[in-house]
Structures are given as C-alpha cells and as structure tokens.
C-alpha cells in the first residue's frame, strides 16, 4: 500500500515560481511510473508531468501547455517526486495530485497511459495563481 502526500502549493502572482514535492511511503523504493496531475473547477483532471525510471534514468513526458516551464524530477532514496513550476500563468490554477502505479508497466507512454487510473492518489494541493 502505497501512500503519497503533497506539498508545496500556494497562492503566487503570474510570472512566479512554486514547487511541489509528493512523499511516497509504504513501499520498498519509489515507484517508477509517478506523475502530477491537475483539476481546476468544472474541468477534467489533465496529466501535467510524468516520469518513469525502470531503465534507471527518468523518462518525461508533459502536457503541451508546460513544456519548458515545468519540471518533473524524483529522488528515490527519499522517496520523494517534486514538480517545479516557473512562469506561471493563471490557467494553471486547479488542486495538483500525485500519483502513482506499482503494477508492471513497460514504457513511459504505458506509464502515463496508466497513470491516468494509477493505483494511489495523493490528497491534493492547490495551487492559485493571479493575474
């Protein structure tokens, strides 16, 4: 049983920074196929950042919108996945969730693929972002 706790949102003017860490426990090592995803009010939950590392390097795959602004990066001795965030814009406004799949996935286009039903869901942070 896989626990994920997030931190790290907040309230930040557009063109500001924040950094959101999600703390995995309850498993051996941090999953290799993780990822943040976003629901802002009335829309659909979207995948912002995945990663997958069963070769041993992280590979990423982001949505259009924060290609270049948004990182996604992992430290697996301590468990823990983050997401930087920089240049942000009002439309990135929405609860953030981390996530993650313990059961066999092969490809970081698999791990997305099932991420977007992964096994554990972290609570949520918000994060606001005004013009």
């Known amino acids: 049983q896989v626990q994920l706790v997030e931190s790290g949102g907040g309230s930040v003017q557009a063109g500001g920074s924040l950094r959101l860490s999600c703390a995995a426990s309850?498993?051996?090592?941090?999953?290799?196929?993780m990822g943040w995803f976003r629901q802002a009010p009335g829309e659909e939950r979207e995948a912002v950042a995945t990663?997958?590392?069963?070769?041993?390097?992280?590979?990423?795959i982001y949505t259009d919108s924060v290609k270049g602004r948004f990182r996604i990066s992992g430290d697996n001795a301590k468990k823990m996945l983050y997401l930087q965030m920089n240049s942000l814009k009002p439309e990135d406004t929405g609860m953030y969730y981390c996530?993650?799949?313990?059961?066999?996935?092969?490809?970081?286009?698999?791990?997305?693929?099932?991420?977007?039903?992964?096994?554990?869901w972290g609570q949520g942070t918000q994060v606001t972002i005004s013009s």
């Open positions: 996530a993650a799949v313990v059961s066999s996935v092969w490809t970081a286009y698999s791990c997305r693929e099932n991420l977007e039903r992964a096994d554990y």
């Open positions: 309850g498993y051996a090592y941090r999953p290799y196929c």
């Open positions: 990663t997958y590392s069963r070769g041993g390097d992280d590979q990423t």
